[in-house]
């Protein structure tokens, strides 16, 4: 195919009509006071004026019976310097514009029980239309119904929105923070843990039972289950949004169990434990305090889904639950190469950039699936938000906060997938004795490419997929220290080194260091090696210790 067949359909195929938001402030006549409500236009039919001030505030005509697609719905008189206010359907938006434009009318309310979608035309109806054309839903229609009485004036208008909100900066600190904080707390804990195994510890045994290794196979059976798990949200999401919702408390509630628990068993009360009883989970005699902590974290979550539409200040909580649960995570989910970090977060790259900027092409709506599910669907009779998101309300007080998501969100998967790799690097770290530094640079990369996602967001102004950007500043990040370093094939392989000093002969005097592992999973050598000395060989080491 020539080059500029190509350019021709590559044109058509991410040609989309543009609309805008703007907002119809209604007062009744004689009154200053007034309400704003949210409006979808159209520039290409004609501009709004940005400044409220500088809007003509005209007469609504209300016409909400008709849908105004033939001259008989055309009242006697026509509309002299009105706005009439119709509905949708029926007809094109042309034929509806024009016939208001025709009968005097300065402007064009369609109210949409539908999602507000953006009143298209072609080049040649543009052009013979001069007058505003806007979508209004359904919903503000009948409030403005009950709030203004009949001689009720409208002023059309479009005011400029902030490029970035100050909202970002809070969730720039969240995320950053989840990953640095969760980074160290997994590979300090890793190397307490292997400490506790040269030292015998029993509590070893039971902390390897709360860390699992990804393997390839868990990475597309994970990929292949997001993948699903989204579409049926896409298709099935007022019934499924319940249920996500209800996993997430319960996952929530362990997840700031975790992180709560290294605290509160440094406190000195209620260590005592239950009486000996038969009860499930009960039977183990857990402490008093332990179960205190449980309810709290249960209360926590409870109250949470009681309340989780308040949007004053439920936010707050679920970000809080939010954090517990990707800290929980990363402590608790271990990548055990970098090969496998890299399998992991090339195809959650690609699973990201798909659903974001390709699935608009394949859906009736042109709506991304990724940002639908993530925001909630406008026309979902639930309006439940699904609440794996970390999530902010602007606070530039902007009247399109109206029109616009009132929040700014960041999933859970751009914080979690290089998350991961930032407690990898971690581990190494500690594996090698390098002054964390492959942890600090891949922390550093995560926050930078957090800025570019950013910017991106404000350049295009429309929702990004994160790890579009994140994913290569760290890994290339990661990569590029590594073969600074020279220790590429120990890094990609998961193989640490072993430090002279090691392997230095220990004196009586001297305790032993936790040796490093060759491996992060340590051979099965090594393990019959470290097995557990006899009595006899108790005896001996003793014998020869005196």
Known sequence: MRVPDTLFWAAFLIQKVVGEYGMAHFSDEGKSRGKDYCIFFNSQWARLPQDLNKASRLQIYDLTTSVLCSPSDVPEGGFPNLIPMVMRGNCTFYEKVRLAQINGAKALLIVSKDRLTP????????????????LLSYSDMLDIGKTFGKGRLVAMYAPNEPVLDYNMVIIFLMAVGTVAVGGYWAGSRDSKKRYMKHKRDDGAEKQDEETVDVTPIMICVFVVMCCSMLVLLYFFYDYLAIWVIAIFCLA???????CLWPFVRRLPFCK??????????????????MLLLSAFCIAVSGTWMVFRNEDQWAWVLQDTLGIAFCLYMLKTVRLPTFKACTLLLSVLFVYDVFFVFITP?????GESIMVEVAAGP?????????????KVPRLNFSPLSLCDRPFSLLGFGDVLVPGLLVVYCHRFDILTQSSRIYFVTCTIAYGIGLLITFVALAVMQMGQPALLYLVPCTLLTSLAVALWRRELPQFWTGSG?????MLAPINCTQTAA???DDHLTRPEKERTEDSPPTPAGKEEAENKAN
Do not use: W
């Open 497 to 501: 080194f072993v430090p002279p000093i």
């Open 361 to 365: 092409f394949l859906t009736k709506s």
């Open 252 to 258: 929530s509630s362990v997840g700031l169990h975790s």
């Open 119 to 134: 009143p298209a035309g072609n080049k040649s109806q543009y052009e013979e239309i001069d007058i505003p054309v806007a």
């Open 514 to 516: 936790p040796q490093a």
């Open 378 to 390: 406008s026309d979902s009779y639930a309006h439940e938000k699904l609440p794996m998101v970390l």
């Open 272 to 289: 005592c434990r239950v009486p000996e009883n038969n009860l499930p989970y009960l039977h183990t005699r857990p402490q008093v305090r």
